[in-house]
């Protein structure tokens, strides 16, 4: 799965993948986006059961 982000945090575009829920290491996620190299990025993703993840 891709993401290509603004530069205020704002998801652009993405290119989607399947994401299976329990599935250690089984997909890859790339963040495009035009920050400077000493900031860092946090997220949290939304579980198929409804549940969010930690930040």
């Not at 329990?22 to 198929?48: E, Q």
Request: proline letters at 7%; charged letters at 10%; zero cysteines.
């Amino acid at each position: 799965m891709i993401f290509f982000v603004g530069n205020d945090g704002t998801v652009i575009n993405s290119v989607p993948s399947p994401v299976y829920q329990g599935s250690a290491n089984a997909n890859d996620i790339y963040l495009v986006a035009p920050f400077a190299a000493n900031l860092s990025a946090t997220v949290a993703f939304k579980l198929p059961n409804g549940v969010y993840t930690e930040r």
